[in-house]
């Protein structure tokens, strides 16, 4: 466990929101580093550009950093410093024309079509997933 004066309790909470309240653009760009003794929270960003960037647009990712804390966010302060690499996605079984099918069978009946075709997708890899289970009989 890290020390009380490390910030890594103020920090923690924010690392866990962080990529949701800003976005996958800009959480590949910025990734929160570290509470400063202040109380202010340090991203590290990718380039100069970045940060320069997001200094002028603070207060619109604080508010969001706000919203989706549920409190207060930190001041902000922008470095250029490492920042994370996303993990890459396991690739995907091949879908059967069976499983496509009948996932947009399904999915059909949503009305919202960005949400028909989350569901889609998330039926098709579902059906895939029960097609390479063995058979238990």
């Known amino acids: 466990m890290l020390p009380p004066t490390s ?14 309240a800003v976005g996958a653009v800009l959480a590949r760009e910025a990734w929160p580093a570290r509470m400063a003794a202040d109380g202010t929270l340090i991203v590290h960003v ?15 990712v604080g508010d969001k950093l706000s919203a989706a804390l549920g409190r ?6 922008f470095r ?5 690499q996303p993990v890459a996605e396991a690739p995907r079984a ?5 499983a496509t099918a009948a996932a947009e ?19 098709e890899r579902a059906l895939v997933r029960s097609d390479e289970r063995p058979d238990s009989a």
């Open 7 to 20: 910030g890594a309790e103020q920090l923690l909470p924010v690392l866990r929101v962080w990529p949701a």
């Open 46 to 60: 990718t380039s100069s550009l970045w940060a320069s960037e997001l200094t002028l647009m603070a207060g619109a």
């Open 72 to 77: 207060p966010a930190p001041a902000l302060k």
């Open 80 to 84: 250029v410093g490492p920042v994370p």
């Open 94 to 98: 091949p879908v059967s024309a069976a």
């Open 105 to 123: 069978r399904l999915a059909t009946q949503v009305a919202d079509e960005e949400l028909r075709e989350a569901v889609q997708a998330a039926l």
